[in-house]
């Protein structure tokens, strides 16, 4: 996010300020359309996603207790974003090295410490692995830039 | 808990938590080059945390008593199904969802 954020300029004080789960989500498994500002994409992903939320909010505390039917279960909305970004990102690349463990440490993270206190150890662990996979990981990253080069080269 | 107290909880919240977005790119700015390190766990990490943030959503599934986690499977493959084969982001949430409502609220009760 670092990087990518790096030109944004005037708008990046916002764009860290709406840097929530859900925009780091679309900012990074978003492919952003050749003809479309990077920039702006960021910057109205970050704006839109804010002003649902607080549309989502206000129209949730006005209405809410007229809703007649049962809502329970519609939290799982939040899974399912996260499942497709999942999915979305598992194509993205041919190493899956990260995803699996990001779900494996998670899972066993979870079953030790249980759910209140999972996620510090799990984020720990997880910095921890990648850290000591980093020369395997690298290497093929770099061996998938050397593929998409000389295939650009191709064309 | 009085709304002053309240709104002073808010606002404190509200500091650390801008605090901690903004650290990175603070410690990181654009004068120097970013650390080849931080830069591959830019580059890395994003797969993990998505699967941590799946595993955080599901992290109140119950296992051992019934359902046993039935409802979610259930959904979850249905998103993951549906998302492979159609690659539409609104339509496998909004049909995943509607399916876990369903299957909570009518079938396994």
Redesign the interface.
Known sequence: ??????ETGKK??YL??A?T?ETY?LV??GDVPERVDQKKYFFFVSLFNQCYWIAGSVLGALIGSLLNF?????D???????????????KS?SN?L??????????IC?LIFG?DR??IP??IL??V???LA?RR??MQ?ADKTLVSETEGESK | MSNLHAGMLVAIIALVT?LL??L??IV?N?KRK?PA????????????????????????TEIIMPPHGI??LI??IV??GL??WKRN?LL???I??AV??M???LVFI
């Open positions: 996010m670092i990087d990518r954020y790096k990046k004080p860290i300020f840097l789960d989500s990074c498994s049962n809502t329970a279960g519609i799982f909305s939040m899974t399912a974003l996260f499942l497709v970004v999942f999915v979305e990102q598992w690349t899956h990260s995803a699996l463990a990001g779900i494996g440490i998670s899972g979870l759910s999972f996620l799990a984020m997880i910095t692995f990648l850290t980093r990981l690298e990253h | 801008l977005r903004a990175p790119f990181f654009g970013t390190f931080i830069t591959y766990l830019s580059n890395v990490l994003p797969y993990a945390i998505m699967g941590m943030l799946v595993v955080y959503c599901l992290r109140g409802p979610e959904a979850c998103v993951v998302h492979l982001t496998s949430i909004a995943g969802t876990y409502m299957l909570i609220q």
